[in-house]
């Protein structure tokens, strides 16, 4: 299983950015994605999840009306559409699988991580 992210960047409060997490090397569908993220000095958080299979979503408080979570048709990319972004939403972004039926905001339920990609709110 390999899972990549990218899209992060520089961006002005209330600007938008979307990342992107190539995943490959499932042998089911029955998995879904997270985004998280870690801010310096504090813990790694859950900020959403899709489901691969039937696409149900799930949306950190924090983030809720202001993130949007997606999938391409071939459920091969997974999309975090960050809009009305906050100095606050500043932190290094992960992409992460898990088993369907997990906690999808507990970081130790998700088996892959990609790498991080670093997003910056500038005030």
């Known amino acids: 299983v390999q899972l990549q992210a990218c899209g992060g960047g520089l961006v002005q409060a209330g600007g938008s950015l979307r990342l992107s997490c190539a995943a490959s090397g499932f042998t089911s569908d029955y998995v879904a994605i997270g985004w998280f993220r870690q801010a310096p000095g504090k813990e790694r958080e859950g900020v959403s999840c899709?489901?691969?299979?039937?696409?149900?979503?799930y949306y950190a408080d924090s983030v809720k009306g202001r993130f949007s979570i997606s999938r391409d048709s071939a459920k091969s990319t997974i999309y975090l559409q960050m809009n009305s972004l906050k100095p606050e939403d500043t932190a290094v972004y992960y992409c992460a699988s898990i088993e369907n039926d997990g906690d999808w905001d507990r970081e130790d339920e998700y088996d892959y991580w990609g790498q991080g990609t670093q997003v910056t709110v500038s005030s």
């Open positions: 899709i489901s691969r299979s039937v696409g149900t979503t």
